[in-house]
Protein backbone atom coordinates (compact mmCIF):
# COMPACT_ATOMS: atom_id res chain seq x y z
CA UNK A 1 0.00 0.00 0.00
CA UNK A 2 1.63 3.16 -1.03
CA UNK A 3 1.37 6.29 1.67
CA UNK A 4 0.51 3.81 4.60
CA UNK A 5 1.19 3.60 8.23
CA UNK A 6 0.95 0.67 9.84
CA UNK A 7 -1.31 0.76 13.27
CA UNK A 8 -3.05 -1.26 15.61
CA UNK A 9 -6.44 -1.92 15.37
CA UNK A 10 -7.75 -0.50 18.62
CA UNK A 11 -5.93 2.61 17.25
CA UNK A 12 -8.46 2.40 13.83
CA UNK A 13 -11.45 1.54 16.72
CA UNK A 14 -10.61 4.75 19.42
CA UNK A 15 -9.81 7.19 16.52
CA UNK A 16 -13.14 6.59 14.64
CA UNK A 17 -15.14 6.42 18.38
CA UNK A 18 -14.08 9.78 18.55
CA UNK A 19 -14.93 11.10 14.88
CA UNK A 20 -18.05 9.36 15.55
CA UNK A 21 -18.54 11.46 18.82
CA UNK A 22 -17.53 14.81 17.68
CA UNK A 23 -20.12 14.04 14.66
CA UNK A 24 -23.17 13.86 17.15
CA UNK A 25 -23.46 9.85 17.82
CA UNK A 26 -24.29 8.98 21.35
CA UNK A 27 -21.37 6.92 23.22
CA UNK A 28 -23.38 3.15 21.90
CA UNK A 29 -23.50 4.45 18.21
CA UNK A 30 -20.16 5.47 18.10
CA UNK A 31 -18.73 2.46 19.61
CA UNK A 32 -21.35 0.73 17.04
CA UNK A 33 -19.47 2.59 14.00
CA UNK A 34 -15.99 2.29 15.29
CA UNK A 35 -16.55 -1.59 15.26
CA UNK A 36 -17.95 -1.76 11.94
CA UNK A 37 -15.26 0.39 10.61
CA UNK A 38 -12.55 -1.46 12.13
CA UNK A 39 -13.55 -5.31 10.93
CA UNK A 40 -14.18 -3.64 7.85
CA UNK A 41 -10.53 -2.24 7.49
CA UNK A 42 -8.85 -5.22 9.18
CA UNK A 43 -11.54 -7.82 6.36
CA UNK A 44 -11.43 -5.14 3.36
CA UNK A 45 -9.55 -2.17 3.89
CA UNK A 46 -10.66 1.14 2.55
CA UNK A 47 -12.71 1.80 5.76
CA UNK A 48 -11.30 4.44 6.69
CA UNK A 49 -11.52 6.68 2.88
CA UNK A 50 -15.12 5.97 3.78
CA UNK A 51 -15.41 7.52 6.85
CA UNK A 52 -13.43 10.40 5.29
CA UNK A 53 -15.65 11.15 2.43
CA UNK A 54 -19.29 10.19 4.94
CA UNK A 55 -17.77 13.06 7.48
CA UNK A 56 -17.11 15.30 4.52
CA UNK A 57 -20.88 15.22 3.58
CA UNK A 58 -22.25 14.45 7.32
CA UNK A 59 -23.61 11.57 6.35
CA UNK A 60 -21.70 9.82 9.37
CA UNK A 61 -24.72 10.01 12.34
CA UNK A 62 -27.33 9.71 9.93
CA UNK A 63 -27.04 7.76 7.59
CA UNK A 64 -24.52 4.87 8.91
CA UNK A 65 -26.37 4.55 12.56
CA UNK A 66 -29.89 3.94 10.39
CA UNK A 67 -28.00 1.53 7.97
CA UNK A 68 -26.81 -0.51 11.45
CA UNK A 69 -30.28 -0.20 13.07
CA UNK A 70 -31.72 -1.72 9.83
CA UNK A 71 -29.51 -3.81 9.17
CA UNK A 72 -30.15 -5.89 12.95
CA UNK A 73 -34.21 -4.76 12.17
CA UNK A 74 -34.27 -7.33 9.08
CA UNK A 75 -32.47 -9.41 11.22
CA UNK A 76 -35.27 -10.12 13.62
CA UNK A 77 -37.20 -10.19 10.34
CA UNK A 78 -35.56 -13.09 9.18
CA UNK A 79 -36.07 -14.89 12.29
CA UNK A 80 -39.30 -14.25 12.42
CA UNK A 81 -40.52 -15.00 8.84
CA UNK A 82 -37.80 -16.83 7.43
CA UNK A 83 -36.17 -14.83 5.30
CA UNK A 84 -35.70 -10.88 5.33
CA UNK A 85 -34.11 -8.10 2.45
CA UNK A 86 -33.36 -5.16 3.63
CA UNK A 87 -32.39 -2.17 1.40
CA UNK A 88 -30.03 1.04 1.92
CA UNK A 89 -31.69 4.44 0.40
CA UNK A 90 -29.25 5.75 -0.06
CA UNK A 91 -26.78 3.09 -0.44
CA UNK A 92 -23.57 2.91 2.48
CA UNK A 93 -20.00 1.29 2.37
CA UNK A 94 -19.55 -1.60 3.63
CA UNK A 95 -17.78 0.19 6.28
CA UNK A 96 -21.35 1.23 8.11
CA UNK A 97 -22.12 -2.82 7.94
CA UNK A 98 -19.56 -5.04 8.60
CA UNK A 99 -19.24 -5.69 12.32
CA UNK A 100 -22.89 -5.71 12.46
CA UNK A 101 -23.40 -8.50 9.09
CA UNK A 102 -20.42 -10.23 11.33
CA UNK A 103 -22.53 -11.00 14.79
CA UNK A 104 -25.51 -11.57 12.54
CA UNK A 105 -24.09 -14.54 10.71
CA UNK A 106 -22.54 -15.54 14.62
CA UNK A 107 -26.27 -15.75 15.19
CA UNK A 108 -26.66 -17.63 12.27
CA UNK A 109 -28.44 -15.62 9.81
CA UNK A 110 -26.94 -16.29 6.45
CA UNK A 111 -26.54 -12.90 5.29
CA UNK A 112 -25.66 -12.34 1.15
CA UNK A 113 -25.48 -9.18 -0.97
CA UNK A 114 -21.54 -8.37 -0.19
CA UNK A 115 -19.82 -8.89 -3.60
CA UNK A 116 -16.69 -11.24 -3.35
CA UNK A 117 -14.18 -8.11 -4.07
CA UNK A 118 -15.57 -5.74 -1.78
CA UNK A 119 -13.97 -2.89 0.00
CA UNK A 120 -14.41 -0.82 3.04
CA UNK A 121 -15.40 1.91 0.46
CA UNK A 122 -17.63 -0.56 -1.13
CA UNK A 123 -21.78 0.84 -1.72
CA UNK A 124 -24.05 -1.62 -0.05
CA UNK A 125 -27.80 -1.13 -1.65
CA UNK A 126 -29.37 -4.38 -0.93
CA UNK A 127 -28.58 -7.40 1.38
CA UNK A 128 -31.02 -10.42 2.16
CA UNK A 129 -30.57 -12.02 5.17
CA UNK A 130 -31.89 -16.00 6.03
CA UNK A 131 -31.57 -18.26 9.17
CA UNK A 132 -29.00 -21.04 8.06
CA UNK A 133 -26.11 -22.59 8.49
CA UNK A 134 -23.33 -19.93 8.09
CA UNK A 135 -20.16 -20.84 6.27
CA UNK A 136 -17.19 -19.78 9.11
CA UNK A 137 -14.75 -17.47 6.88
CA UNK A 138 -11.53 -17.40 7.20
CA UNK A 139 -10.19 -14.55 9.08
CA UNK A 140 -8.33 -12.76 6.76
CA UNK A 141 -6.93 -10.37 9.92
CA UNK A 142 -5.39 -12.81 12.26
CA UNK A 143 -1.79 -11.43 12.64
CA UNK A 144 -2.90 -7.31 12.21
CA UNK A 145 -3.93 -7.95 16.09
CA UNK A 146 -0.36 -9.07 16.61
CA UNK A 147 1.73 -7.17 13.63
CA UNK A 148 -0.62 -3.93 13.03
CA UNK A 149 -3.06 -2.96 10.11
CA UNK A 150 -1.38 -1.11 7.41
CA UNK A 151 -4.13 1.95 6.53
CA UNK A 152 -4.09 4.69 4.50
CA UNK A 153 -2.17 6.99 5.68
CA UNK A 154 -4.11 10.42 4.42
CA UNK A 155 -7.19 9.03 5.40
CA UNK A 156 -5.78 8.04 9.08
CA UNK A 157 -4.54 11.30 9.19
CA UNK A 158 -7.37 13.35 8.23
CA UNK A 159 -9.19 11.34 10.89
CA UNK A 160 -7.12 11.89 13.37
CA UNK A 161 -7.67 15.81 12.69
CA UNK A 162 -11.10 15.22 12.80
CA UNK A 163 -11.39 13.53 16.52
CA UNK A 164 -9.02 16.24 17.70
CA UNK A 165 -12.23 18.30 18.37
CA UNK A 166 -13.46 15.50 20.82
CA UNK A 167 -10.30 16.08 22.92
CA UNK A 168 -9.46 18.43 26.03
CA UNK A 169 -6.94 20.66 25.06
CA UNK A 170 -4.19 20.73 28.01
CA UNK A 171 -4.82 24.65 28.90
CA UNK A 172 -7.96 23.61 29.85
CA UNK A 173 -6.79 20.26 31.80
CA UNK A 174 -3.94 22.63 33.20
CA UNK A 175 -6.54 25.32 34.17
CA UNK A 176 -8.17 22.46 36.62
CA UNK A 177 -5.59 21.57 38.26
CA UNK A 178 -4.46 25.23 38.72
Do not use: K
Not at 71 to 93: C, I, K, M, W, Y
Amino acid sequence: MVGSVLVAPREVHDLVFRCARVAGCDAGGADRTARNVTMAEVQFGGALAAVVDALSFEAFTSTWARAADALVSAEVNARQHGSATVTFDPPVPLAALAATVSEASARGIVVSGVPGDATGGSEIATLDLAPGQVEPAADPGTNVYRDGLPVDRGAFDALVEAAAAFLVAEEALDALEG
